[in-house]
């Protein structure tokens, strides 16, 4: 299963920094650099359009976080699972913007070649 979201990853991001920057956008603390198990629950669900079960998220969060020995994981442990790969995606991410601590609004990523339309029609397609 983690082969398939690497997989999936590789194709869906332009490089493994676009790739843990999709991931942090899932906090609920945006100061944060870290990414939680529940972040990356949300991360892959969304990445996957729920092709994964949350029995297999956890399966896949015990072998990013090295069988729990770390209850989040940074940059550098996202790049020990994540780097290496051979990224077909298109995706620009450039930043991140988020709305101020206390608003309802949600963290939204931009991107410098297309729309989140266009976007999640991407993610379907490789998928398929």
């Not at 299963?1 to 490089?15: G, N, P, Q, W």
């Not at 920057?21 to 100061?31: A, G, N, R, V, W």
């Not at 101020?100 to 609004?105: D, K, R, T």
């Amino acid at each position: 299963m983690l082969i398939e979201l690497k997989h999936t990853v590789s194709c869906s991001f332009a490089d493994c920094e676009s790739a843990f920057q999709f991931f942090l956008s899932f906090k609920s603390d945006p100061k944060k650099k870290t990414i939680s198990k529940s972040d990356f629950e949300r991360a892959v669900s969304s990445l996957s359009g729920g092709r994964f079960s949350k029995t297999d998220i956890e399966s896949q969060w015990k072998v990013v976080s090295f069988n729990g020995k770390f209850v989040t994981i940074d940059k550098y442990i996202f790049r020990s699972h994540f780097d290496g790969l051979e990224y077909s995606g298109n995706s620009t991410v450039t930043n991140i913007k988020t709305a101020p601590v206390g608003s309802s609004l949600k963290t939204t990523i931009v991107s410098v070649n297309s729309s989140n339309v266009q976007w999640e029609a991407d993610i379907i397609e490789k998928l398929r």
